[in-house]
């Protein structure tokens, strides 16, 4: 039998990781708070840049003599994960700004940085937990309502013991950790899609490289965590979003103020305009 409390964490990490941003979209932008192009921008531009350029570079690289013992060593995983990510999502929130959002001189907006951000975080989410946890979740009362003979007789006994040992034998706090993670990952989202945003706005590309050189960090420090243990790597997503979003937030406040007449355009990022 399946835990109640797995049961519980399985759909705590379902709710939060999917229908909370979806919902949380859907009402922001009925409220006028944030465009629906944005969110469509921010998701789309992150499938395509995973699905055409970042998994076949992926691929290639991993075909090269020699790359792959480095790819699968700690290191090199961190520095080829950290690089392929800081490249093209990076790339792809540059484009998304320009191309997309910023066409015909239009400025960006704070509602263009987070509705872009979290078209992005529902994007990842997507590829990287897809049907998996609905299909766990499933699995879960299937098991508890019909005994494993039932799942075995269609998908054989092997494989029946395999996701039966899984579902059982995993702490409950493990598939709560999930949903967790992914919150934090929208506020990493959001918070690098400012920085990129900003930097596009204000033509002050320390900021696109800021982003991109955390992005680095945050990937290569996760692969190097990973092996310690969940709470290792969990701690360290945490310190990154904290740090990311207290860097973030003071631009996205330059933005709103920009749309709410507040202090000009060339007010340095934390300075009083003048006259205040």
């Not at 706005?201 to 945050?218: C, E, K, N, S």
């Not at 904290?242 to 507040?262: D, K, M, Q, S």
Request: aromatic residues 14%; glycine residues 12%; positive net charge.
């Amino acid at each position: 039998m399946v835990s109640f409390g797995s049961i519980l964490a399985m759909i705590f990490t379902i709710t939060v990781a999917f229908f909370v941003p979806v919902i949380a979209i859907a009402v922001l932008c009925a409220a006028g708070r944030l465009h629906w192009k944005s969110v469509l921008a921010g998701f789309f531009l992150y499938a395509v840049a995973q699905t055409c350029l970042r998994l076949p570079a992926l691929w290639v690289f991993y075909r090269i003599p020699g790359a792959a013992s480095f790819a699968y060593s700690p290191i090199g995983n961190g520095i080829v994960m950290g690089v392929t990510a800081a490249l093209f999502e990076e790339g792809a929130r540059l484009l998304g700004g320009r191309v997309a959002l910023g066409r015909k001189g239009r400025p960006l907006t704070g509602r263009d940085a987070l509705g872009y951000g979290l078209g992005h975080s529902v994007a990842e989410t997507f590829f990287l937990m897809g049907v998996s946890n609905f299909s766990m979740l499933m699995l879960a009362f299937s098991i508890n309502n019909t005994g494993l003979a039932g799942y075995s007789e269609m998908f054989g006994q092997e494989q029946a013991m395999q996701v039966y040992q899984t579902l059982t034998g995993t702490p409950a706090w493990q598939f709560a950790a999930g949903g967790v993670e992914r919150l934090l990952y929208t506020v990493i989202q959001v918070a690098f899609t400012a920085l990129v945003f900003y930097a596009l706005r204000r033509r002050q590309w320390r900021y696109l490289w800021l982003a991109a050189g955390a992005h680095f960090t945050l990937n290569f420090g996760i692969a190097l965590l990973q092996p310690h243990g969940v709470w290792m790597g969990e701690a360290y997503v945490l310190v990154c979003a904290v740090f990311l979003a207290a860097l973030a937030l003071p631009l996205l406040r330059r933005f709103w103020g920009a749309e709410a007449g507040g202090p000009p355009e060339g007010t340095p990022v934390g300075q009083p305009a003048a006259g205040e």
